[in-house]
């Protein structure tokens, strides 16, 4: 994109009440294997008035690409003059770039009938039986997010859980601090990252990642990296996006040490209260299993971001376009035999 337009895409993607980092210009640049481009709508003004951003990745042994666009449309989604034209254009760009499919995660409401009708006349398909675990899905089918828009510290408080709140005011009264940290801090970070992801069991992507979300999202004030300190020494950390109307909780691990003081309830109250102070609309827990009874796995992440009192929410299954059924088949394949000797 040509400067003049990429500025303007910013401007639009900020203003916009659907704005999501994961389609921002920003995290285009982390994604560095993947190409980007990304396809606008606009009106007789010139101003844009629908967006997606396409990640692009060539297979070296078909020598074709996928198309990849994580959340979005950034648009008003039941229009479908906006919705149609976005997808022609990304018919476009597949023939431009070889691509065998093109995948979509929408951060859609699976209620929204309007929606999926919209695309499915479109030519876009549904990805049916979306597996419950938040690990075998690229982008989380449930979320829980937390309404923050005109209120105050304590009318968000008193939505919380009585526990949460028991919790958060524990955690000051035993002498936990939330500090910020910067760059020289990411080793940290991940350090304890990595500790709590062999301790429950998730994989996690290697230090230079997560340095370079920091890298790149600070340079326009759009990331927060927290410490919790109890006694000098930092035992849980956390990331924070801001992007637009919203905030991310997007990383986070703490110590088992001291867990008994609540460093996590504290870190979350506080990048809540950065996003209120950010003015922020809405701030987002990230993804949860979308099994929710006391016995499945994975429930203690769902109960503790539930004392919160968020609003839970089942996004759409994913979206695609297959453009060359052979392709595709042979590279669902090779995955597949790929699995099978690991």
């Not at 690409?65 to 479908?80: E, F, H, L, S, V």
């Not at 419950?132 to 828009?149: A, G, S, W």
């Not at 990230?286 to 929410?313: I, M, W």
């Not at 376009?321 to 392709?327: E, L, N, Q």
Request: with cysteine; aromatic share 12%.
């Amino acid at each position: 994109m040509e400067n003049i337009e990429l500025e303007q895409y910013y401007e639009f993607l900020e203003k916009n009440p659907r704005c999501h980092f994961l389609q921002s210009p920003e995290w285009a640049k982390v994604k560095s294997g993947w190409k980007s481009r990304v396809v606008t709508v606009k009106n007789t003004s010139g101003e844009i008035e629908g967006s997606l951003s396409l990640l692009i990745r060539k297979i070296p042994i078909i020598n074709k690409c996928i198309i990849y666009a994580p959340r979005g449309p950034i648009c008003d989604i039941t229009n479908k003059k906006i919705l149609g034209k976005l997808i022609e254009q990304v018919r476009d760009v597949a023939k431009e770039e070889k691509a065998f499919i093109f995948r979509w995660d929408p951060d859609v409401l699976m209620s929204n009938e309007e929606f999926k009708s919209i695309v499915i006349e479109n030519g876009v398909k549904l990805k049916k039986n979306i597996n419950h675990d938040i690990t075998k899905v690229i982008q989380p089918k449930y979320e829980t997010e937390l309404n923050i828009k005109d209120k105050t510290e304590d009318e968000l408080l008193s939505g919380f859980s009585q526990k949460t709140r028991y919790n958060i005011r524990l955690a000051m009264k035993k002498g936990v601090i939330v500090e910020e940290g910067t760059e020289d801090d990411i080793e940290e970070f991940f350090s304890i990252l990595t500790t709590t992801s062999q301790r429950d069991d998730f994989s996690i992507r290697n230090a230079a990642y997560y340095k370079k979300i920091y890298e790149v999202m600070k340079e326009k004030d759009h990331v927060k990296l927290y410490f919790a300190v109890y006694n000098n020494k930092r035992v849980a950390s956390t990331f924070e996006i801001i992007y637009g109307n919203k905030a991310w909780y997007l990383y986070g691990g703490s110590l088992r040490e001291h867990s008994n003081v609540m460093p996590n309830y504290l870190l979350q109250w506080e990048m809540i209260k950065y996003a209120m102070q950010r003015g922020c609309e809405y701030y987002n827990f990230g993804g949860v299993s979308g099994y929710v009874d006391e016995n499945a796995h994975g429930y203690g992440v769902y109960r503790f971001k539930k004392g919160f009192n968020p609003e839970f929410k089942e996004y759409i299954d994913e979206l695609y376009i297959i453009f060359k059924p052979v392709t595709n088949a042979l590279f669902n394949l090779a995955n597949k035999l790929r699995k099978l000797k690991k």
